[in-house]
């Protein structure tokens, strides 16, 4: 096996803050910690070379530390690539997280490791990271575990769920069978938790991703309001059979010259909820009359003449975000300046 | 409350007369139980089957499954304050039961209730094939197929499908009255002769929108604030199904049949005291109501003096969230919490590795709190291929896949690709196992 | 839905009966709706006071439109 090793200027030998600007250079061998994982791989394999990039560097010149990983990646003939490991130093973490994309961009396996709140280990959500300790204490740990995970990816072999190989979670849960039934793990957990000893949450809770507020309206009287719902608020009769629940679809309705939305002529078609008062007044899910009053006051200059809707019933994430896409192409189509979402 | 639990195991069930158990074996007598279920004139006709695991049937329509339980000793009618069953506090004395068999309720949904209650689909179960991936589909059956008045307004048509089944439950669970059951097991929570860390049920119960139907305590549906069982009262029935709607696997079996129960009783006196089960209704309207339903649990558990909780909930993205202020509150006020749940549901219908594979782009849980940190996944159910023609189809004849379009009718007997048909939910009854009767979960890559 | 209209820049403000749930998953002006069946209004009151309420909550959403935020924001309705 013929392994690529990533190193920054600090375990290369190079100096500590004061050369982290230290551009990129490709040595023969290992180098520092490198010299561990030669002993660690034996017979099994050689560390061919080593990458070394300043900290600062890979950093503030991003284009050129790629351009000197691919051509690293692509001359070495390399097996497996291992990047730090990077303890708690989150600009080599994410360094090392960069590098392991390229190297799986050049289908090349790599491994890296850092401690789990290096926020290099949200970089790139492909990575296989180890978790390691947050200083360099824990290099006589950490390499091994991480050879070990790289001899398995290298081999190609089937990588087991991360609780059991030893990484960190990759953003990819897949089906599988634990030991017992949900119902007794659920009251050995609470015994182990109330008991102070570990205990493993099967389902890690993690945030959603935020999006940039967009900036606000600045001249709301010369704006373009538009009025999007997933309250499934659609003509009587339902002409174009929006579902009730898990709906993957959108659509769009004319609200030229309507000044209301009467029951008789619109209805609601939402699954999710007792939907009959917004069918007997659809108005509370798309308010439509308190839009053309102040549209008609001058609150701003006015509605977009039709409004999307979907059905936010037990809709799939992947559908949500499409329509939303889509819908998003369309406002923006109509410059549209701001919108109202009514959500159920 | 001190409850002796009598065990019938079920290895076989055939038609006959006198109807009887013996050794394993159930004779039911089908002139006798067509009798009762026709005893309720707005029950029209009924079909009456005998259905077994490994089959090569498929069973459709399945509105309820009820395990024919009978109070023996002690206060209250099992299933109490249903179907003219009093309202007395059930959970002590004796109580028979059968293993292994249910009485399933098979009805179409009339046309107006399809239209008006969208969660009234239709479901099916594989007795055999890649669909078999429940807990139903080990179960033997007496299956009632029932045909109503098709005029029956909602409650009714519930009322009316609820009554048949549960007559003919009570008559077979009276056939084991004056036998010695096989099996026999005491339930009751003494104090605990060491302290041990007090543990409270938080059993989380979605109460339906929609006034009149869905799961009830001792027949109680609609929304309320939190209250406490005894576990007894749940092993006796008073948490009961309806017969409207069974997405996402609601069954009256269900709920006696709670994994929870005996997992916490297998623990009392050992490594916990179990100190009750708190019933929280969920799906309620405003959130000032959901923090309000959220914050007396918490005071319930905390009157407890509980140190730990395990909390459950039966789905719903709308349900969630007084779930998730539960086990913040609870947790905020140092009570131990650990959550049971199914994992993100709608995206599988079919487990290929393709389809059955998350992560960032579906959470596996539609809303959480930081204060979530122990967490049981019981993952989904779904089979990986197509489910495959089925030489018997019990419970109507005909799928609809698409509640906006009940014109569309699939022949239930043939191969169904339940991905291409369904969307995005399954059809599979009981495929979201709530409380943990089974070992699939997932795990992180 | 809403964080993909933002992301072309186009400000959205989420009129929600569940504001916990909408910021959560990312919506950055969130305006605290009444009820899940009804957002924008109350059937309860009469059809003036209904109205009132509507004016109210959809006048919040524009408030919020105008207005700049760093993260999840909650603006209140009626």
Known sequence: MRLGHYLNQFFAGIGGEETANVPPEVRDGPVGPGRLLKALLGDEGVVTSTL????????????????????????????????????????????????????????????????????????????????????????????????????????????????????????????????????????AMLVAKLGGSPYRTELPVNAYDSVQ?????????????????????????????LKRCSETRWQRYELRGRAVLSSDAFECVHGGFYNRMASENPHVVLPLDALRDLEREGAFARLLDFYCTTTGNDQRLADCKRNGAEIAETLRGERVDGVLLVAT | MDLQVGTFAVDG??????????????????????????????????????????????????????????????????????????????????????????????????????????????SLIDMSGPGAVTAYS????????????????????????????????????????DQDPPAAQRFALPAPERPLPRVVHIHTLNASMVPGIGTGIYGYTQHA?????????????AIAGDAVVTYPGKSTWLHVNNPVLPALYARHGTDVSWVGSIISRTRWGSLGE?????????????????????????????????????????????????????????????????????????????????????????????????LPPMARVVGGRELVFDQERPDVRTPAGE??????????????????????????????? | MSKEIERLGIPVAVISALPPLAMQAGANRVVQGVKIEHVCGDPALSPEADRALRRQIVGAGLRALQTDVQNPTLFGGG
């Open chain 2, 225 to 237: 604030l939190p209250v406490l069982l005894h576990p007894n009262e749940i092993l006796d029935g």
């Open chain 1, 52 to 187: 070394i990039c300043g900290d600062n560097f890979f950093n503030e010149h991003l284009n050129e530390a790629q351009a000197a990983a691919r051509a690293w990646l692509q001359g070495g003939h390399l097996d497996l690539v291992i990047a730090g490991p990077a303890f708690s130093a989150g600009r080599y973490g994410s360094a090392c997280a960069e590098v392991c994309r390229l190297a799986n961009e050049h289908g090349i396996p790599a491994v890296t490791g850092m401690h789990p709140e290096n926020p290099g280990a949200l970089m790139y959500r492909g990575a296989y990271v180890v978790p390691t300790g947050g200083s360099a204490a824990d290099m006589p740990s950490a390499l091994p575990r991480i050879i070990a995970l790289g001899r398995k990816l290298a081999a190609g072999s089937p990588i087991g769920p991360a609780e059991q190989e030893g990484y960190l979670p990759r953003g990819v849960r897949r089906p599988g069978l634990r030991d017992r039934p949900g119902a007794e793990r659920a009251t």
């Open chain 1, 213 to 241: 507020p967009a900036p606000k309206v600045v001249d709301l009287g010369h704006a373009t309001i538009a009025v999007v719902t997933t309250g499934a608020i659609v003509p009587k009769g339902n002409p174009d059979h």
């Open chain 2, 13 to 122: 069930v055939a038609f006959g007369s006198p109807p009887g158990w013996a050794a394993g074996r159930l004779v039911i007598d089908p002139a006798q139980v067509r009798a009762l279920a026709l005893a309720d004139p707005r029950i029209r006709g009924v079909a009456v089957d005998l259905v077994e695991p490994g089959e090569r049937a498929r069973i459709i329509h399945v509105r309820d499954v009820i395990e024919p339980r009978a109070k023996t000793r002690g206060p209250g009618h099992a299933y109490p304050g249903i179907c003219g069953h009093p309202p007395d506090t059930v959970g002590s004395g004796a109580t028979f039961r059968y293993a292994g068999f249910g009485v399933l309720l098979a009805s179409e949904v009339l046309p107006h209730i399809r239209r008006d209650v969208s969660a009234a689909t239709d």
């Open chain 2, 138 to 177: 080990t179960l033997r059956y007496l299956v009632l197929t029932l045909t109503t008045d098709p005029r029956l307004e909602l409650t009714e048509w519930n009322d009316a499908l609820r009554g048949a089944g549960h007559r003919v439950a009570n008559a077979v669970a009276e056939l084991v009255r």
């Open chain 2, 415 to 445: 191969s169904l690709d339940l991905e291409a048909l369904s969307g995005a939910y399954s059809p599979i009854f009981g495929h979201f196992d709530n409380y943990g009767l089974g070992c699939q979960s997932y795990f992180d890559y």
């Open chain 2, 290 to 386: 959901k923090q309000l339903s959220a914050y007396q649990t918490v005071k319930l558990a905390q009157m407890l003096n509980a140190q730990g909780a395990l909390v459950t909930w039966n789905h719903g993205g709308n349900d969630l969230i007084e779930v998730m202020l539960t086990i913040q509150g609870l947790e905020r006020a140092g009570i131990k919490t650990t959550f049971l749940t199914i994992e993100s549901d709608i995206k599988v219908v079919r487990m290929t590795p393709a389809l059955a594979e998350t992560g960032t782009e579906e959470p596996p849980l539609l809303f959480s709190v930081p204060e979530a940190n122990a967490i049981v996944s019981t993952g989904t159910l779904a089979p990986s291929d197509a």
